[in-house]
């Protein structure tokens, strides 16, 4: 049996990694650790590389799951001939963790509970850890009911109510489960050398307690807006990317998973990258309250340090770490023979001049909790607006993370705008008058130059790049930071030219030649009609996109335009953020709406600002 598809899988996070449950029963990837740490179970890049499986046993078996209400608690019923079983999985939370201390110091155990529900159901356990992505089979041995795994660093302990005999590294056990039957199995993890034990709580408490905790952080989320319950599983989704020690939200739990079936596009994104801040900032503060927005932007101020040497680091590890090289695990097949398979990821070398708009962008938005402005943060600010203002004449890897040659493009200096006019705005709170002045007249020079060089006559668009005739769904974020309104003859014809020749079926790919739909690509495209005043069709298409998650409600970073199969790393922080600040945005359009139907002064959101229009 192989891993499956990428969207059979529920995903499930304990604050500080993240384990990935299929459809069957199998755990397929879990890095106990930390996110970005050595897998025991890496059935989703090689049938080789360990799983536990917890399967019914009989021909015909049909599934239905779920999270439990406010959690990423997964309950998997199995209906067979025979009778139903229920199997419920969690990531244990520290004991009576709630709210924002959740994740914060969890155990690293993995909690199955087995429940019958009726009739007598034959059921089959496969304890086959593997360490070190697959490299190493562990020496298993059994006593007092514990099985214990040890190889190297790494050291399992598991318990379970289901006899288990092992052999050749493996455990394998079978019980017949009659409804009223409970069956709990525990799996902790620690390090081999730190002296201590993995922890074995009971699985039931494990499952409350989890519950308790994902529902007492959910009750401080109360998000009201359109799509309510939509952003409330992606806020849970990319509060579950977050490694809770630092803070840091991880672009994905895996690596690896190939932008196209067969391809060699496989990436490592288990990492954090400084190009999503504004937007993740913009989804937490949209579907959560600032506690989380302002200890992000306290993260990334303590990762950067100093900006003194004109290159501003563009990701990193979970806690801080830059050096983030990459290298491929030859001894992996791969997803559906996707090669290679990486850890590390070598974009941390690049140059990407969007980030220091990014982080701009963000500040401003939490420029009410900046004040008073540490000396610490407002030298970072200052360091990278003047960055922009000699950065963006420089070409650079762009927000794809190109590894072919640095270009002009647009994006990248519609960032450095982004920078730019975010400093300025913040005036002497950053700086004197002649910073201020700096920073305008470079403002003004990028955006003279990206009307100028980034629009293309024939192609009645702009560009992905200064002089190009290449169309890229990048420039869709003009709009959105508030370079230019949707509705600018120019930027309309963008927005019509970049839908027809990049979209199909609401997917929009980011370039011609991409393989596949890139999920958030086509929420910038919904939010870019509903700023242009077609909010029906924004709406059309942003529902469209919202049935294309799984039956979880999870998304990866792209969706094949053809077969409609999800693809890339998953589950993918920015598709989800994509979706929450689309919903906000249709909101905030319906809100004004409705105002100006009863005279009263509506509020629309523009680039990361709250304003007023007048009726």
Not at 58 to 70: A, I, N, P, T
Not at 88 to 107: K, N, Q, V, Y
Not at 165 to 178: F, K, L, P
Request: with cysteine; proline share 4%; net charge negative.
């Amino acid at each position: 049996m192989d891993s499956g598809r990428i969207s059979e899988h529920g995903f499930l996070a304990d604050g500080r990694s993240a384990a990935l449950v299929d459809r069957h029963g199998s755990v397929n990837w879990w890095c106990p650790a930390r996110f970005d740490s050595p897998s025991v179970f890496g059935r989703l890049l090689d049938d080789r590389a360990g799983h536990w499986s917890i399967t019914p046993e009989g021909d015909d078996v049909r599934v239905s799951r779920s999270y439990l209400d406010d959690s990423l608690v997964l309950r998997t019923v199995f209906h067979t001939g025979t009778g139903s079983v229920a199997v419920t999985d969690a990531l244990a939370l520290e004991p009576e963790a709630r709210g924002h201390d959740i994740g914060l110091r969890s155990p690293r155990v993995l909690a199955r509970l087995v429940e019958g529900l009726s009739g007598e159901v034959p059921v089959r356990v496969e304890f086959a850890p593997r360490f070190e992505y697959g490299r190493v089979t562990a020496y298993l041995t059994h006593a007092a009911g514990v099985i214990d795994a040890r190889a190297g660093a790494c050291r399992l302990s598991l318990r379970s109510d289901v006899p288990l005999a092992c052999r050749h590294g493996d455990a394998v056990g079978r019980a017949t489960v009659r409804a009223g039957d409970t069956l709990r199995l525990t799996l902790g993890y620690a390090p081999t050398y730190d002296g201590g034990e993995p922890a074995l709580p009971a699985a039931d408490r494990v499952v409350a307690d989890a519950v308790t905790g994902w529902r007492s952080w959910a009750d401080l989320h109360d998000y009201q807006g359109l799509y309510r319950d939509q952003v409330r599983l992606g806020a849970m989704v990319v509060q579950g990317m977050t490694y809770q020690p630092s803070g840091a939200i991880v672009a994905a739990a895996t690596t690896s998973l190939p932008e196209q079936v067969g391809g060699d596009r496989n990436y490592d994104y288990r990492y954090v990258w400084v190009r999503d801040f504004s937007l993740t900032l913009q989804a937490l503060w949209r579907s959560a309250c600032p506690d989380e927005a302002d200890r992000q932007f306290s993260w990334v101020a303590r990762a950067m340090g100093r900006i003194d040497d004109g290159r501003v680091p563009i990701m990193y590890g979970v806690e801080g770490e830059r050096d983030l090289t990459e290298h491929a695990l030859d001894h992996l097949r791969g997803y559906a023979d996707s090669r290679p398979v990486l850890v590390g990821n070598d974009a941390w070398t690049q140059r990407q001049n969007d980030v220091l708009g990014e982080i701009l962008d963000a500040a401003w938005l939490m420029r009410h909790y900046l004040d008073p402005m540490s000396p610490d943060v407002r030298h970072l600010l200052r360091a990278l607006a003047d960055q922009a203002v000699h950065s963006w004449r420089l070409p650079d890897s762009g927000m794809w993370e190109a590894r072919d040659a640095e270009r002009h493009y647009v994006s990248s200096k519609v960032q450095c705008w982004t920078a730019l006019d975010r400093a300025v705005r913040f005036g002497p709170r950053l700086g004197d008058p002649a910073d201020i002045r700096r920073w305008a007249g470079a403002r003004d020079e990028v955006r003279a130059a990206v009307l100028r060089r980034g629009w293309n006559d024939r192609l009645g668009a702009y560009t992905g790049a200064f002089d190009s005739d290449r169309l890229d769904a990048s420039v869709l974020l003009m709009p959105l930071v508030g370079f230019l309104p949707a509705a600018d003859p120019r930027m309309r014809s963008t927005i019509d030219v970049v839908e027809r020749r990049l979209s199909r079926d609401g997917l929009l790919r980011r370039w011609d030649g991409d393989p596949a739909g890139f999920v958030i690509c086509s929420f910038w495209l919904a939010s870019c009609l509903a700023l242009a005043g077609e909010q029906e069709r924004a709406t059309r298409l942003f529902e469209q996109l919202a049935g294309r998650v799984n039956d979880l409600g999870l998304y990866a970073e792209q969706i094949d335009q053809a077969t409609g199969e999800q693809v890339g790393n998953f589950p993918q922080a920015f598709s989800h953020i994509g979706l929450i600040n689309a919903a906000g945005l249709l909101t905030d359009i319906a809100e004004r709406r409705r105002d100006l139907a009863t005279d009263r002064p509506h509020f629309v959101t523009t680039g990361t600002d709250v304003v007023a229009t007048s009726t």
